[in-house]
C-alpha cells in the first residue's frame, strides 16, 4: 500500500495505538516483512549510517524462547504475527565505505564528498566514546521503530512498542553478540484482535514553548 494523500497520512497517525492483543490466525509473509522494514529505514540517522538492525522473530518455536524474558508482554508474544526486535549496531561505521560507495554510484552523493566523509570520519568515531556511539545509535533506532510503526499501518496491521524485556538474555537466546549491538526496543505486528483504546495526549501549548523556556513546559497541574 502507498500513501498518496494528506488524508491518508492523517487517518494513520491518528489510527495507530498500541495493541496488547493480536488475531493469532494472522501471518506476514517474509516478501511483505521485508518491504515493511525496506520502507521503514527510509527514515534518518547520523550520517545516514543507518545503524538499526532487524531480528524478525515469527516462527512458533523461537518465540517460546522469550516466554520468559518479555516481561508482561506475553500476549502480544503469543497472538502477534511477529516480534521484531531493534537493535543498534555498535559498529555501525564499519558500513560507511559501503554506504557512501552506493551513494556514489546511484548519483545522490558526490566522489569528493564521500572522500571527504571518508577522510574525517574514522578520527571522529575513533574520539567518540562508547557512551555517545550508543547514544545516538539509540537515537536513530527510535527513529526507524516510529516509522515502522507508520509503515505498518500503512499495510493494515497493528503494532505495539515495547520496552519491558529482559535485555541481556533475550539477547542471549536469539544469538545476538551483546557486546555489538545494544537493544532499542521489540515492536510487536499483527493484525488486532478487537479494536484498540484510543490515549489522550497533553495539549501542545503544555509542552512547547517558543525560544526559551517559560512556564509553560513546567510542573504538572494538580487535579
Known amino acids: 500500500m502507498s500513501i498518496n494523500t494528506k488524508t491518508d497520512f492523517n487517518a494513520i497517525i491518528r489510527e495507530r495505538h498500541s495493541v496488547k492483543e493480536f488475531d493469532p490466525n494472522i501471518k506476514i509473509s517474509h516478501e511483505e516483512m521485508l518491504k515493511i522494514l525496506e ?25 517460546e524462547k522469550l516466554q520468559n524474558l518479555v516481561r508482561f508482554n506475553q500476549r ?25 560507495s552506493l551513494a556514489v554510484e546511484k548519483n545522490t552523493m558526490p566522489q569528493e564528498v564521500k572522500d571527504n566523509y571518508m577522510m574525517r570520519l574514522p578520527e571522529a568515531f575513533s574520539n567518540m566514546s562508547q557512551q555517545t556511539i550508543r547514544e545516538t545509535t539509540l537515537i536513530d533506532g527510535g527513529l526507524v521503530a516510529m516509522q515502522l510503526m507508520l509503515v505498518a499501518k500503512a499495510h493494515g496491521y497493528d503494532t505495539n512498542p515495547i520496552g519491558g524485556f529482559e535485555r541481556k538474555e533475550l539477547l542471549e537466546a536469539l544469538g545476538v553478540d551483546t557486546e555489538r549491538y545494544v537493544p532499542v526496543m521489540i515492536v510487536a505486528i499483527g493484525k488486532a484482535a478487537k479494536p484498540a ?17 517559560d512556564k509553560v513546559v513546567g510542573e504538572p497541574k494538580k487535579s
Open 76 to 100: 502480544q508474544l503469543n497472538t502477534s504475527a511477529a516480534m521484531i526486535l531493534i537493535l543498534g549496531d555498535m559498529n555501525h561505521f564499519d558500513y560507511a565505505e559501503e554506504i557512501f
Open 39 to 63: 520502507e521503514a529505514t527510509l527514515a534518518p540517522s547520523s550520517v545516514n549510517l543507518q545503524p538499526w538492525r532487524f531480528v524478525v522473530v515469527d516462527d512458533e518455536k523461537q518465540k
Open 197 to 213: 483504546h484510543a490515549s489522550v495526549r497533553l495539549p501542545i501549548e503544555r509542552v512547547t514553548s517558543f525560544n526559551h523556556v
